[in-house]
């Protein structure tokens, strides 16, 4: 069963609402007592005895059809399937609700509401047609995540009108069922340096003693080599004795930064969802490590602690890569300020692409980061609320910079940084 929109309702003060749940009436019920009370009235005033009558049968079929709603319908256990699981920001969710209504006489009105929290839309609400005869109802609408998060729905209530409209009776079924709301994935473009064809999956290592692989190669012979592993055609050719050689395939790295300083970050960034800013920076973390592993690279997010968020992406794992944005839900500020200190991590190493991003990046964090520039293939820093100047000593220093803003286009930001390299205020 579809459910039909509700028009749109202005929102009350809860106490409000509390009240117009607790109220009995409805304004028709209202107008009905009223009427049926001065019909009682009148006809003591005025000496007609026909409007007690009046008063009277007004009185009696508000009474029966406030005893019908608490007496007849009943109500029974509410549950909630999501499809699919999680709803990333921006995509929609269907809800299917399972309940157990049964209505009690003909013509009776039942509206139905999913109470939606915030962080979350949709046309949670409509009328249940048939509400007489219901046993198990099936409702389904669509939601769509608007914060990052895990947002309950729910609980489930039923306001259900007898068939005169002269009272109600709201119920309220079930509990409330969590959603998790991930960031969005962006679909960044391509890397135009270090693509996956030439640094990504299909690079190549060699083994000298050419152990446990597929690919064969010829190399020359070296005394101590197995007279088994001698190649007599490359010998022919080579008119030397050659010996296989085996190449295996091996699949680089690359690294992504979060840097979750609450230094950095204004205070709303201790919640999911509540800092358009720091939600930007969790949407191009995810997109980020999404387009490397497109590219070939075996990808790890840590933050500036170098703590891992989530579990590694290895290269190509698109069902990763929603595990990823499934950690990153919940994901908040709350390290320590360690930007500057980013580069010993990397110490002693040749790292592939490295992305960090952040927040509040000052020139003299610029003057920090410059030496991890050449311990990465393609050094990336996406900095949110930061000064040209700042961005400008990044890309002096071999960074390939570039600003990140909430409302923004994440997609031009990342083009920015890896294709031209300069910093560019959005």
Known sequence: ???????????????????????????????????????????????????????????????LGWVSLWFVHRYGEVSRSFSPDVAAVGN??????????????????ARWTDILPEGVEGEASGILAGAAALDHVRLTYRIRGTRRGIRDVGPFSIVVTDPFGFTRRNVRAGGVEPI??????????????????????????????????????????????????INWRASAHHDELMVRQEEQESTPEATVVLDRAAARWAPAASRPGEDPTFEAAVTATISAAARLAREGYDVTVIDTDAHPIGAPVPAGDIVAVEQLALDLATIVTGSDDRLASLPRLFAGTVAGPVVVVSARVTAADAEALAPLVAHSALPVLLAADSSVDALERASAAGWRAAALSADGDLTETWRAATEWGTARAR
Not at 93 to 108: C, D, I
Not at 182 to 197: D, K, M, S
Request: charged share 15%; proline share 8%.
């Open 180 to 229: 998790t709301v991930a960031p969005a994935t962006v679909t960044l473009p391509p890397l135009t340096e270090y693509p996956g064809e030439a640094g990504g999956s299909l690079h190549t290592a060699t083994h000298q003693l050419g152990e446990g692989a597929d690919n064969l190669i010829p190399r020359a012979y070296a005394p101590g080599d197995s007279m088994r592993r």
């Open 1 to 63: 069963m579809s459910a039909s929109p509700a028009p749109a309702r202005r929102r009350l003060h809860p106490l409000g609402r509390a009240l117009r749940r607790m109220w009995p009436l409805t304004t028709r019920g209202v107008g009905a007592v009223v009427i049926g009370i001065a019909a009682i009235v009148c006809a003591h005033a005025f000496g007609v005895v026909e409007l007690v009558y009046v008063g009277v049968l007004l009185l009696v079929i508000v009474a």
């Open 92 to 109: 929609e969710s269907v809800v299917t609700v399972h309940a157990t209504a049964r209505g009690g006489l003909s013509g009776a009105i």
